[in-house]
């Protein structure tokens, strides 16, 4: 099952731009995860935000969570080449087994 | 540290055979893991969830008998896909919990295993 819808399903920025994504979920969360993926690649960890935290830095990350809406951002600032890939929401959900449900995942294409 | 080797990275078969992919912690003990499948350009899939010395439990609409889970020790994960036809070719990855408290950031991920059944 999908936990997440992330919008855009796409985005195409300039090198140097920030990059903004959405995540929204549905269902009760202990913290959520945002993790990039390469082409055919398997997942880097990027960040995780705990849910009683709002707001979260790493570098050029900067992580936003609001429960009441359900919902979290991921924003790259000064973005480069080499930012290009896919991002995925990932929720820890709140149930008797731990596991993290992906989001539907946002491609990012950073032109030169 | 954390890191969860995951083989082979790819793999072809002839429809009807089985395969196995081997996911290996080696650097913690994992008393959890996970699979995924994830089709091209799609999101990740979970499937199973397996924990050391138990049965795996399955994602609603996956095929247990398919899918073998064993969780045999504490280091090591296989995921058997039985009787592989053409629609099972997807992309398969692992994912090791550090531990059962869910608070603690501690997912890592297996470089993932590309099957493609001919």
């Known amino acids: 099952s999908q936990q997440g819808e992330e919008d855009p399903q796409a985005l195409s920025i300039q090198e140097g731009e920030n990059a903004t994504m959405n995540c929204s979920y549905k269902?009760?969360?202990?913290?959520l995860q945002w993790y990039r993926q390469n082409s055919g690649r398997g997942l880097v960890h990027l960040i995780l935000i705990r849910s009683n935290e709002r707001e979260k830095h790493s570098g050029r990350l900067r992580v936003t969570l609001d429960t009441s809406k359900k919902s979290s951002s991921l924003l790259i600032t000064a973005s480069r080449a080499a930012d290009t890939a896919s991002y995925f929401c990932?929720?820890?959900?709140?149930?008797?087994?731990?596991?993290?449900?992906f989001g539907s995942g946002t491609r990012l294409s950073i032109r030169p | 540290g954390a890191v969860v080797s995951q083989h082979p990275s790819r793999v072809i078969c002839k429809s009807g055979t089985s395969v196995k992919i081997e996911c290996r912690s080696l650097?913690?003990?994992?008393?959890?893991m996970f699979w995924y499948r994830q089709f091209p350009k799609q999101s990740l899939m979970l499937m199973a969830t397996s924990n050391e010395g138990s049965k795996a439990t399955y994602e609603q609409g996956v095929e247990k008998d398919k899918f073998l889970i064993n969780h045999a020790s504490l280091t090591l994960s296989t995921l058997t896909v039985t009787s592989a036809h053409p629609e099972d070719s997807s992309f398969y990855i692992c994912?090791?919990?550090?531990?059962?408290?869910?608070?603690?950031?501690?997912?890592?991920f297996g470089s993932g295993t590309r099957l493609t059944v001919v």
């Open positions: 269902t009760s969360i202990n913290n």
């Open positions: 990932a929720t820890d959900i709140y149930s008797s087994a731990s596991k993290i449900i």
């Open positions: 650097d913690f003990q994992a008393t959890t």
């Open positions: 994912s090791a919990a550090l531990d059962k408290d869910r608070a603690y950031a501690g997912y890592t």
